[in-house]
Nanobody
């Protein structure tokens, strides 16, 4: 059974930084799957933030390019999201997700397994 456990969320002021982590378990061949971060703000739909393929290729939402960096440690089965220059608009519940393939096309459009989320709140 796939388990994804997020950590690292919290409250920061605008301009601050946070690093989210996602520990994966319950399946093998971790490096064979696309992994990603998504977020959902109150009253809004869930949106893709960043994904990273099994080959290390990445994709970011335009709103976070240059500020967020996704990375993965395949040996430890941990996914990271380094978030810098945080803005109040980044406030949301952040979810870790695992795609069903090595490529990220499906996951970017919501096809995958999900963690429970970690809250990020950015104050102005």
């Amino acid at each position: 059974q796939v388990q994804l456990v997020e950590s690292g969320g919290g409250s920061v002021q605008a301009g601050g930084s946070l690093r989210l982590s996602c520990a994966a378990s319950g399946y093998s061949s971790y490096s064979s799957y696309c992994m990603g971060w998504f977020r959902q703000a109150p009253g809004k739909e869930r949106e893709g933030v960043a994904v990273i393929g099994g080959d290390g290729s990445t994709r970011y939402d335009d709103s976070v390019k240059g500020r967020f960096t996704i990375s993965r440690d395949d040996a430890e089965k941990i996914l990271y999201l380094q978030m810098n220059s945080l803005e109040p608009e980044d406030t949301a519940m952040y979810y870790c997700a695992r795609g069903w393939t090595r490529q990220c096309g499906g996951l970017w459009y919501g096809r995958g397994d999900w963690g429970q989320g970690t809250q990020v709140t950015v104050s102005s």
